[in-house]
């Protein structure tokens, strides 16, 4: 094998960072495929923090290859605080490489992003005010900016000073907002150059390179699958296809190298921002599993909304990604709580339905139909073998991968890369061909 995708099952936040970065230990080359800074991850390293929103969390070894594909915008902003910040820890970026063909994050867009959301009042969809519908919405209509216009003064000058003609009649004229100055813009982004200018190239032949050499790529993911701008619960979603068939549009390799797709799942459910959300706890277990499990935005700082697992969205996901086995996170914040619900089912004016329902209509108004398990008292943090975890545990687990019909591959139970339980011997002999040292952090 050569290729593994990894994404979310959910609606994002299920701790894709640390099962990549757990990955990236045995991998060449790690791919982001889709997003931009709305997204971010957080991953723990000998005490050490470390936030992430655009660069790959393999950055953390000093021999794996990390690309920021195609399908990315990227704030060249927030890419160089993000380099800054890897600096600081002594964490070596040399081989961090962006594609030319990525488009920006102008300052227009993330003005626009605000405004617009602002104007929907209590429609608002929830954007993290990053400016990534926008991009994507440029992108689309052929008006973007991409990051290879960097590398060439007179055309960024030419395709920035078109866009600032109808971005600034609407950021004045609709909203009554201070238009952006052509000069001022354009200064800031060829200083940015001078800092990101190294790392551009054309990625899709070095990704495809690696594979025909053999070499084992990670594609991660951004949000999750519930979140795609196509099967999502639209309109409450992000502007990329966040689903593995994106891994493909968004790094430049064709279907047929993708070996295997892994899904991560909390082993409860959250999402941020508005949207149905048929499990919601707006109780004290949803107070419980927020505060228990740190259930912040990374990007944002918004408090997440809780409940109960899933399976009907679980069981969607694996369809639509054709996902292999699944990684469970925050095992562990379950601990302490009597009973545990497994969601089985949307009850809907007499109907009960068992598959992702045809109208949305029905997971904003549905009763969610819910199966009751055994919870378990005992601290788990400290176990690192799958038949040391309470009966009640793996009995969790277990009802899990008989309801989706695949086998949980790994368990985390903490913050830190070695509080993951392999349970997939197989995964483990497919996955895991060497180890490599993280960078060393002081």
Not at 178 to 192: A, C, I
Not at 289 to 298: A, F, H, S, V
Request: aromatic share 6%.
């Amino acid at each position: 094998m050569s290729s593994i995708v990894i994404l979310g099952a959910q609606w994002g936040d299920e701790g894709k960072g640390r099962i990549t970065d757990l990955l990236a230990s045995h991998v060449d080359m790690v791919v982001r495929f889709q997003g931009g800074n709305n997204a971010g991850h957080t991953v723990v390293l000998n005490g050490n923090e470390f936030k992430l929103h655009l660069i790959p969390s393999g950055i953390l070894y000093p021999d794996v290859v990390c690309i920021i594909g195609n399908g990315v915008v990227i704030n060249p902003e927030v890419l160089i605080e993000e380099l800054d910040d890897l600096g600081k820890k002594e964490i070596n970026a040399d081989n961090l490489r962006i594609s030319c063909n990525a488009h920006l994050v102008m300052p227009y867009h993330i003005i626009l992003d605000k405004a617009c959301e602002h104007g929907l009042g209590k429609s608002k969809i929830g954007t993290t005010h990053k400016g990534i519908g926008p991009v994507y919405a440029d992108k689309a209509s052929r008006s973007g900016i991409r990051v290879q216009d960097l590398l060439d003064e007179k055309i960024f000058k030419t395709k920035l000073e078109e866009s600032l003609k109808l971005k600034n009649a609407i950021i004045s004229k609709i909203y009554g907002l201070k238009p952006l100055e052509l000069g001022e813009v354009f200064d800031k982004y060829m200083g940015y150059v001078e800092r990101i200018g190294k790392y551009i190239t054309e990625t899709s032949f070095l990704i495809n390179k690696a594979l025909d050499m053999n070499k084992t790529v990670l594609f991660e993911g951004a949000q999750g699958t519930l979140l795609d701008i196509d099967h999502g619960t639209y309109p409450f979603v992000t502007s990329s296809s966040t689903i593995a068939g994106g891994a493909c549009v968004g790094a430049g390799v064709g279907p047929n190298r993708i070996d295997e797709v892994l899904g991560v799942v909390k082993a409860y459910t959250t999402r941020v921002g508005s949207g149905p959300f048929p499990t919601e706890e707006k109780t004290d277990i949803g107070d419980y599993l927020r505060e228990k499990g740190n259930e912040y935005g990374t990007t944002t700082g918004r408090p997440r909304r809780c409940g109960w697992l899933d399976s009907i969205v679980l069981k969607y996901s694996v369809m639509i990604n054709s996902i292999k086995s699944i990684a469970i996170t925050k095992l562990d914040i379950l601990s302490g709580i009597k009973k545990i619900k497994i969601c089985i089912g949307y009850k809907y004016e007499g109907k009960v339905f068992k598959d992702l329902p045809p109208h949305q209509t029905i997971m904003h108004k549905c009763q969610p139909v819910y199966e009751e398990l055994e919870g378990w008292e005992e601290d788990i943090g400290s176990i690192n073998k799958f038949n040391e975890l309470p009966l009640e545990a793996r009995s969790y687990i277990s009802r899990i991968e008989e309801i989706i019909n695949i086998p949980v591959s790994m368990i985390s139970v903490g913050a830190e890369r070695k509080k993951i339980i392999i349970k997939d011997k197989n995964l483990k002999r497919r996955l895991f061909k060497r180890e490599k040292n993280p960078t060393t952090v002081v």
